[in-house]
């Protein structure tokens, strides 16, 4: 206990500079963007003027309410579809065990180390033939596609996890498989499937390369693929590029810190039982 | 899981289900529920099967074919048997790319998790006053969107940002410059966006490990007066070594697939010194009518990908 308070102190300076570490980067696009538009800015700089008119000239000179809505129409469209899909096909796997089930168990988890890379270069072309690219059905689809192998495995390994007599029971109470699922199996994974449609909604948020490859329309690309061109347009316009990663940025941090929990559930239980 | 079929008695309506089906269920002879419920569970998972199959394996295997074609995407492809793969070992900036994502592996994978070890020790023990805040904290990076992380950073690096600024105030006034416009060091610094953005992963998936281990474990090391760093060598370690290898194997396919912040950050200048594959893969196919490179040089980057996972796996089980 004597030598504790010693080593305590230690402790919270090395976290703190950790912390100080890891937000200083935000700090300082927070300050970046609240400066008068167009300011040459060097460093950590208090702004002589506060100023948010940033924020509103990024949203309009990046077109993001379109950005916005193509982003908000993709991530509510793929999370309810991939959850709805990877559920099913986890009840199936793992509590029908259906013909097959380890193999295609096997096939899903090899799918998680598929780089996108290898998928987007024939895919692109692929749905091209079929006049799906510049579509969000393309990328929705898209996206349902490769979040699959994560879902299936996530939910299969939550519904390994049920005790059999709970389904076991329903059956002998002339439950068809359809109703052991949504009146059994769903009410009691709530958090699997939060936790799930978190992570959904955040790489959704976050897919670049998928959407770069097959949106070409400016006007219906999501957020963080219409930032990485904005880029391109006002490289020196720090103000305003600063605005417009924190409007990007935003609505995932939001989600985070809402969802905190699920979130770290997701991330690390989904890693370890692979 | 053992596959059990559910037992009950044999009927005409299970054999008429497996019809329909394999027939690979010929020596067994499970009942009427458990056989008939086996074949109908393929209208569960025929839906996520579809859509994966159709667009992730399909296009995969076209990524494969393609690799062995000469295609602008637009006139008829002809065969180039194995010429795009051999242009990748003759081709400076096709193999420089892939050494510089291997180069990636230790800014992205080796040093996040030294440092989410670090956080870990720093983090667990007793319950103490704002854990819970800098665990939100590190964790923070890992979330964004790494375009916005790549602008944020570029604006750090700059010749008048914030770090050439602590610079100064340190009076390292000398070494001051355009961190990613530097040859020699914009791979580096590049490098260590990415250690900030998985440490905290890192950490996460130690924490998660760390909270499993039995806590008699380190009240005996401390009653045999093991000290804080002791206890983590001899205790905390080797109760996170299967987290060590998850983290290790994530960080590793985020450093060797990394797109985003590279495209934002350097576009791979100055003069290729930070060019990876998958930019590459995409300028190549979408920007050159390469396709045929394009693809080689994506299955390519999954052998890689795969071997660097599978040597992993090894070695930590190996290690064991």
Redo the contacts between chains.
């Keep these: 206990m004597r030598t504790r308070t010693g080593g305590t102190a230690v402790r919270y300076t090395l976290l703190v500079a950790l912390a100080v570490t890891v937000l200083l980067p935000f700090v300082s696009i927070m300050l970046a963007a609240l400066h008068l538009p167009g300011a040459q800015i060097s460093g950590l700089s208090i702004p002589s003027e506060w100023s948010w008119r940033n924020f509103s000239l990024a949203w309009e000179q990046g077109n993001f309410s379109n950005l916005m809505r193509s982003s908000v129409i993709i991530a509510f469209c793929v999370v309810p579809l991939a959850v709805v899909l990877a559920t099913l096909a986890a009840y199936g796997l793992a509590i029908l065990k259906v013909w097959g089930n380890r193999a295609l168990s096997v096939g899903f988890v090899l799918g998680l180390t598929i780089p996108v890379e290898l998928v987007v270069v024939a895919l692109y072309f692929n749905l091209r033939e079929v006049g799906l690219t510049n579509s969000y059905l393309g990328i929705i689809l898209a996206e349902a596609a490769l979040f699959m192998p994560f879902g299936v495995y996530w939910m299969q390994s939550h519904f390994s996890s049920v005790p059999e007599e709970l389904v076991e029971a329903a059956r002998i109470d002339g439950a068809r498989d359809l109703a052991v699922l949504v009146k059994v199996l769903v009410p009691i994974s709530w958090p699997a499937i939060t936790t799930l449609s978190v992570l959904y909604f955040m790489w959704s948020w976050n897919q670049f390369l998928l959407v770069l490859v097959m949106m070409q329309d400016p006007d219906r690309r999501t957020a963080p693929a219409g930032l990485g061109l904005f880029v391109g347009q006002y490289s020196t316009d720090i103000p305003l590029l600063a605005a417009a990663s924190l409007i990007v940025i935003a609505p995932i941090v939001l989600v985070y810190l809402l969802f905190q929990r699920s979130f770290v559930n997701g991330i690390t239980q989904g890693a370890i039982k692979g | 899981?053992a596959?059990?079929?559910a037992t009950s008695t044999s009927s005409s309506r299970a054999g008429s289900a497996r019809d329909g089906?394999?027939a690979?269920?010929r020596t067994r002879r499970p009942g009427l529920?458990g056989r008939a419920?086996?074949?109908?569970?393929?209208?569960?998972?025929l839906?996520?099967?579809a859509?994966?199959a159709?667009?992730?394996?399909?296009?995969?295997?076209?990524?494969l074919?393609?690799s062995f074609l000469t295609w602008d995407?637009v006139l008829p492809a002809t065969s180039a048997g194995m010429d795009n793969y051999t242009r990748i070992f003759r081709d400076p900036a096709l193999y420089e790319a892939i050494l510089n994502s291997l180069v990636l592996i230790v800014f992205f994978s080796f040093i996040p998790v030294l440092?989410g070890l670090?956080?870990t020790a720093?983090?667990i023990g007793r319950v103490?006053t704002?854990m819970t805040f800098?665990?939100?904290?590190?964790?923070?990076?890992?979330?964004?969107?790494?375009?916005?992380?790549g602008?944020?950073?570029?604006?750090?690096y700059s010749d008048?940002?914030?770090l050439?600024?602590?610079l100064e105030l340190v009076g390292l006034d000398g070494i001051t410059r355009a961190w990613l416009g530097d040859y020699h060091l914009a791979l580096i610094a590049l490098g260590l966006i990415g250690t900030?953005c998985m440490s905290?992963?890192c950490m996460?998936?130690f924490?998660?490990?760390a909270q499993k281990i039995d806590t008699a474990l380190y009240e005996a090391a401390t009653l045999d007066g093991a000290g804080?760093v002791q206890q983590f060598r001899h205790v905390t370690l080797p109760g996170v070594r299967?987290?060590i290898t998850?983290a290790g194997v994530?960080t590793t396919?985020a450093a060797?697939?990394s797109?985003?912040l590279v495209?934002?950050t350097t576009n791979g200048g100055p003069a290729g010194q930070t060019n990876v594959?998958?930019l590459l893969?995409?300028r190549l196919?979408?920007n050159e009518g390469n396709?045929g490179s394009?693809?080689a040089l994506?299955?390519v980057?999954?052998v890689i990908?795969?071997a660097i996972?599978s040597a992993i796996r090894f070695f930590a089980r190996e290690g064991k």
């Design positions: 899981m596959e059990v079929p089906g394999s690979s269920s529920g419920r086996r074949a109908r569970g393929w209208l569960y998972v839906p996520a099967v859509v994966y159709v667009f992730a394996i399909w296009p995969a295997l076209s990524t074919r393609l995407g440092i670090l956080m720093l983090l103490r704002g800098f665990r939100v904290v590190f964790f923070l990076p890992q979330v964004l969107p790494l375009v916005a992380v602008i944020t950073w570029r604006w750090l008048r940002g914030v050439n600024q602590l900030w905290g992963l996460m998936l924490l998660s490990g804080a299967k987290e998850i994530i396919i060797l697939a797109f985003d495209f934002v594959p998958a893969v995409y196919a979408f396709i394009a693809s994506a299955v980057l999954t990908v795969i996972v």
